[in-house]
């Protein structure tokens, strides 16, 4: 990502803030009136597993390249990196990750 005009970058960012807005305190009213968890907020539940597809695509694309980049020896350290490449480490890739 080497600007603010990568599509990637402006995939993650317009992601990541659609989730800070499903995880902010003034608009899940359901954290503090608790009878609204009975109510179905189908729209909701669309919006958020839609940012969830788009945000695992983009994380998925990201490993795959700092695979790579370690397997050509090509990688910067990185805690991610770091767990790939020590050999007592065993992480199942099929786990998604939660909202």
Request: glycine share 4%; with cysteine.
């Amino acid at each position: 990502m080497s600007s603010v005009e990568d599509t990637m970058l402006r995939e993650i960012i317009a992601v990541e803030a659609g989730i800070s807005r499903f995880r902010s305190t003034s608009n899940n009213w359901q954290d503090y009136l608790p009878f609204l968890r009975y109510i179905p907020f189908s729209q909701k539940t669309s919006s958020a597993e839609n940012f969830r597809a788009r945000r695992d695509a983009y994380m998925d694309r990201l490993l795959a390249q700092l695979k790579h980049e370690i397997k050509e020896g090509k990688d910067i350290s990185c805690i991610t990196g770091n767990i790939l490449k020590d050999p007592e480490a065993k992480l199942n890739e099929g786990i998604h990750r939660p909202l």
